[in-house]
Structures are given as structure tokens and as C-alpha cells.
T-cell receptor, first 114, second 115 residues
Framework: KAGVTQTPRYLIKTRGQQVTLSCSPI?????VSWYQQTPGQGLQFLFE???????NKGNFPGRFSGRQFSNSRSEMNVSTLELGDSALYLC?????????????FGSGTQLSVL | AQKVTQAQTEISVVEKEDVTLDCVYE???????LFWYKQPPSGELVFLIR????DEQNEISGRYSWNFQKSTSSFNFTITASQVVDSAVYFC????????????WGLGTSLAVNP
């Protein structure tokens, strides 16, 4: 069974641009969560999607948005990039059938904003 | 507010030594979940264990063991007879009850196991 796939693996953008990151969950998984990882702040929850609906949201500005498609694949978008958006963006999927079940993570997209 | 503290930023041991990674959490909830994840250099976080707040039994899985103590709000992780392949960053995390994928993470402990 294929794991969680995130594309692209690396991305370099300049301030003010926008970026879209993609995540394909494990087959059969209906929940996709996104996390931002930086050396200073660690791992921070961005949002979770389940059945194409955002179910939970972290404390990030509206420049960060996401969506989920009917096949459970998810994208996240960051508009008007800032230097502080440089981070590893991790996607995680789960079956969403139980309570606080374990997450399966992808290898992430390393975003550098210049 | 919920918070997870991993006071040890980096630990370096020699192969075959035992090592304990500390995790202290804060929450006002009576029902909550605690997790440990491992992040090798590849970047992909790997699930190690989940524990709910009503289950204080210690758990052992091969060379790994976990000590959950509600009285001290700690959920420590011990690796016995460490190996080079254990080198990674280890994260402790906390979540509220419910169908909740929003984890609150510690900053991680970087473990280096040297041959």
C-alpha cells in the first residue's frame, strides 16, 4: 500500500508569490491534516479536512488555505508569501474512524521563500 | 491551554546505552491522548505509540518502553540498548478527546546514537 505522497519535495519562491502544495493520502484514508514545521516554532497544526470539509483549523492567517477533493487528495495554498513562511509542510492522513487515531505522515514539502 | 515540553533538546549516547527521553504535558482536560512520533532524516514522522489519559499502564514494545504518570504529567520514553538506527528526532504530542487530528507538539529531542 502506497504511503502518503507529497509533491513537490522542494520549492523555492520569492516574497509575494503564492504556492500550492499537494498531498495524496493513503488509499482509503478520509482525513487529511496539514502541519507546518520550523526550527523555532516546531510543529504547528494548520488545518484538517474530512470528506471535502474543513473540520478543524489552527491559528494561521487567512493567507493559508486548503481544500480536499472527492478522492481525498488535498491541496494547501499560501498566498502573498512571506519570509517567515519558509518551513517544512507536512501532510498526514488517517482513516478517521476512531478517536484520536494515529496519523500517517508524508515526507513533506520543503518551502523556501527568498 | 495545552502545552508539551521536551526539555532535552539534544542527547548523544554510545550504542547499547539506555536512553530516556522526557515529556511533560499540561492540560485541563480529563480525557486526552498522548503520542510519540519519530522523525528520521528523511523527514517523515513515524507513529510510535498512543496512550489515552485513562490508561496509565506502562507499555513495552521490543527495545522501546513508555512510562505514563498522570501525577507528574509525564510520558517518558526509554530506548534500551540503543542502536545507530535509533538516531532521529523524537516528538511527544498531546491531543484533546474527540475525532481530533489537531496535535500539540513538543519541540522534539534530537537523539544521536554513535557507534
Amino acid at each position: 500500500k502506497a504511503g502518503v505522497t507529497q509533491t513537490p519535495r522542494y520549492l523555492i519562491k520569492t516574497r509575494g508569490q503564492q504556492v500550492t502544495l499537494s498531498c495524496s493520502p493513503i488509499s482509503g484514508h478520509r482525513s487529511v491534516s496539514w502541519y507546518q514545521q520550523t526550527p523555532g516554532q516546531g510543529l504547528q497544526f494548520l488545518f484538517e479536512y474530512f470528506s471535502e470539509t474543513q473540520r478543524n483549523k489552527g491559528n494561521f492567517p487567512g493567507r493559508f488555505s486548503g481544500r480536499q477533493f472527492s478522492n481525498s487528495r488535498s491541496e494547501m495554498n499560501v498566498s502573498t508569501l512571506e519570509l517567515g513562511d519558509s518551513a517544512l509542510y507536512l501532510c498526514a492522513s488517517s482513516l478517521a474512524e476512531g478517536d484520536n487515531e494515529k496519523l500517517f505522515f508524508g515526507s513533506g514539502t520543503q518551502l523556501s521563500v527568498l | 491551554a495545552q502545552k508539551v515540553t521536551q526539555a532535552q533538546t539534544e542527547i548523544s549516547v554510545v550504542e547499547k546505552e539506555d536512553v530516556t527521553l522526557d515529556c511533560v504535558y499540561e492540560t485541563r482536560d480529563t480525557t486526552y491522548y498522548l503520542f510519540w512520533y519519530k522523525q528520521p532524516p528523511s523527514g517523515e514522522l513515524v507513529f510510535l505509540i498512543r496512550r489515552n489519559s485513562f490508561d496509565e499502564q506502562n507499555e513495552i514494545s521490543g527495545r522501546y518502553s513508555w512510562n505514563f504518570q498522570k501525577s507528574t504529567s509525564s510520558f517518558n520514553f526509554t530506548i534500551t540498548a540503543s542502536q545507530v538506527v535509533d538516531s532521529a528526532v523524537y516528538f511527544c504530542a498531546l491531543s484533546r478527546a474527540g475525532n481530533n487530528r489537531k496535535l500539540i507538539w513538543g519541540l522534539g529531542t534530537s537523539l544521536a546514537v554513535n557507534p
